[in-house]
């Protein structure tokens, strides 16, 4: 079984551009997630899609951090304008409706210069 | 709201010694417990989950972890550490019945273990 699959691997913008990741979770799995994990720290969940809705985004920063999941299947973050302190890895994963555990890929290091 | 806290960012074992990672969360509502693995430039991988029944839960790898309410801990254990255990360790709460990757995370214990 393939599993969570991000793109691309590292990521250097200059402050100011935009950047954008892909995510595509394991075949099936309709919940996705994206965590933000900076240096030093845990991963702390910026959004939770169901499908394609989404379920909560409570601690994404909407001014210039969105996400879709159009078909319910892959899902696109993308962040506009980068800040400095955006610079962290950010992980994708997925979860079954039925299953017992979410499956992580291997996340995008963006780096923020 | 949940909350967690890792006891100890670094943790040194030598090979064959017990290996002990603490963790404490905090939960207003009765938990899932879970331990997650991240080797260098990896994702996270599942090690072990606490959800209801037997309080000491065995995982991969021969670690295991034993919920105590009373303690509000969920410390993770292995006896004999190898070096292939070298990697950072997350212990994560989410609120019981929920989906099981809405999670909120430790710090991390970086474990490193010496010949």
């Known amino acids: 079984e393939a599993g969570v699959a991000q793109s691309p691997r590292y990521k250097i913008i200059e402050k100011r551009q935009s950047v954008a990741f892909w995510c595509n979770p394991i075949s099936g799995h309709a919940t996705l997630y994206w965590y933000q994990q900076i240096l030093g720290q845990g991963p702390k969940l910026l959004i939770q899609f169901q499908n394609n809705g989404v379920v909560d985004d409570s601690q994404l920063p909407k001014d210039r951090f969105s996400a879709e999941r159009l078909k319910g299947v892959d899902s696109t973050l993308k962040i506009q304008p980068a800040k400095l302190e955006d610079s962290a890895v950010y992980l994708c994963a997925s979860s079954s409706a039925g299953g017992s555990e979410a499956f992580f890929g291997q996340g995008t290091r963006l780096t923020v210069v | 709201a949940q909350s967690v806290t890792q006891l100890g960012s670094h943790v040194s074992v030598s090979e064959g010694a017990l290996v002990l990672l603490r963790c404490n969360y905090s939960s207003s509502v009765p938990p899932y417990l879970f331990w997650y693995v991240q080797y260098p430039n990896q994702g996270l991988q599942l090690l072990l989950k606490?959800?209801?029944?037997?309080?000491l839960v065995k995982g991969i790898n021969g670690f295991e972890a034993e919920f105590k309410k009373s303690e509000t801990s969920f410390h993770l254990t292995k006896p004999s550490a190898h070096m292939s255990d070298a990697a950072e360790y997350f212990c994560a709460v989410n609120a019981g019945g929920t989906s099981y990757g809405k999670l909120t995370f430790g710090q991390g214990t970086i474990l490193t273990v010496h010949p």
């Open positions: 606490y959800t209801t029944g037997a309080t």
